[in-house]
């Protein structure tokens, strides 16, 4: 905020008597923290509306041609009385050329807490679609989600699949896509204790974007996969509203099935907002 110069004077006088004192203020009393704190639900927020808010994931390529993509990074650290880290990084990268688009994405999240590591996972997907008219199009889908903790036959150490199939656009707007595709390819399952399993596995999926107003748009991912050790299935629901510059909010509803698992359903229900003046 900006002093008026018949201020500067007596102003300067104040701040610097203040600057000591301020700074040990806004670590005592926690302000730093809250403020930090702040800026990550803010990124978390933004972060989500950003994912939500891409047409062109679940739409036509001729749309937009070219190279396009986003990529995210955040990191803590603490020292002291404990030490500790979180460290992730979020990035997608599209090409579109004429008939063909392929889609990248990459996640990772590592954190640990004193010398003990709590977290290390990587989720990276490559989606490849060709596009033989309007309607009709192949994909080739490959996906793989490794943790890098786990340690018993229960634990899943790396979740893989490769598949490839025939795809159709049922309807193709700017403000409404829906295509779905079915295809066969192998899946990898590898435990904690680096037992593995290979086996044949055939995949659903469905891509939907519905554009309600320029302000409102509703977008779902759905993806079913069979093998013989698993049927899994995830689906990504998600609300997004754009009110102003000033206002936006996504609602997002995430199911994971496996019915290899005890506790065979997961339900995320994911509310982001943001308020800025």
């Known amino acids: 905020m900006s002093i008026r110069p018949l201020y500067l004077l007596a102003a300067t006088g104040l701040l610097a008597l203040?600057?000591?004192?301020?700074?040990?203020?806004?670590?005592?009393?926690?302000?730093?923290?809250?403020?930090?704190?702040?800026?990550?639900?803010?990124?978390?927020?933004?972060?989500?509306?950003?994912?939500?808010?891409?047409?062109?994931?679940?739409?036509?390529?001729?749309?937009?041609?070219g190279l396009s993509g986003s990529a995210s990074l955040s990191y803590s650290g603490k020292t002291g009385a404990t030490d500790s880290s979180e460290f992730s990084l979020g990035a997608r990268l599209r090409f579109a050329d004429g008939p063909l688009v392929q889609n990248i994405g990459v996640v990772m999240d590592f954190s640990e807490a004193g010398s003990v590591k709590m977290k290390e996972d990587v989720f990276a997907i490559y989606d490849a679609n060709y596009f033989l008219n309007e309607s009709f199009y192949l994909f080739a889908l490959g996906r793989v989600k490794t943790d890098?903790?786990?340690?018993?036959?229960?634990?899943?150490?790396?979740?893989?699949f490769m598949g490839v199939g025939p795809g159709y656009r049922i309807i193709n707007t700017r403000d409404l896509s829906w295509r779905v595709q079915a295809g066969i390819g192998l899946s990898y399952l590898e435990n904690g204790l680096d037992q593995s399993?290979?086996?044949?596995?055939?995949?659903?999926?469905?891509?939907?974007?519905?554009r309600l107003s320029d302000t409102m748009f509703v977008t779902?991912?759905?993806?079913?996969?069979?093998?013989?050790?698993?049927?899994?299935?995830?689906s990504d629901l998600g609300l997004n509203v754009k009110m102003s510059e000033m206002f936006a909010t996504r609602i997002s509803y995430?199911?994971?099935?496996?019915?290899?698992?005890?506790?065979?359903?997961?339900?995320?229900?994911?509310?982001?907002?943001?308020?800025?003046?």
Do not use: C, H
């Open 18 to 65: 203040a600057a000591t004192a301020g700074a040990a203020q806004t670590t005592l009393t926690g302000l730093d923290s809250v403020d930090d704190r702040i800026d990550d639900i803010d990124r978390s927020a933004r972060i989500e509306l950003d994912r939500g808010n891409d047409p062109f994931r679940y739409g036509s390529p001729e749309f937009r041609n």
């Open 148 to 160: 890098g903790l786990a340690e018993t036959a229960e634990d899943i150490k790396t979740d893989a």
């Open 197 to 210: 399993e290979s086996e044949t596995g055939y995949i659903g999926s469905s891509r939907l974007y519905w």
């Open 220 to 234: 779902n991912d759905l993806d079913v996969l069979k093998s013989d050790s698993a049927l899994r299935a995830n």
């Open 254 to 277: 995430l199911t994971e099935y496996n019915d290899a698992r005890d506790v065979r359903s997961e339900n995320k229900l994911g509310v982001s907002l943001v308020y800025s003046f």
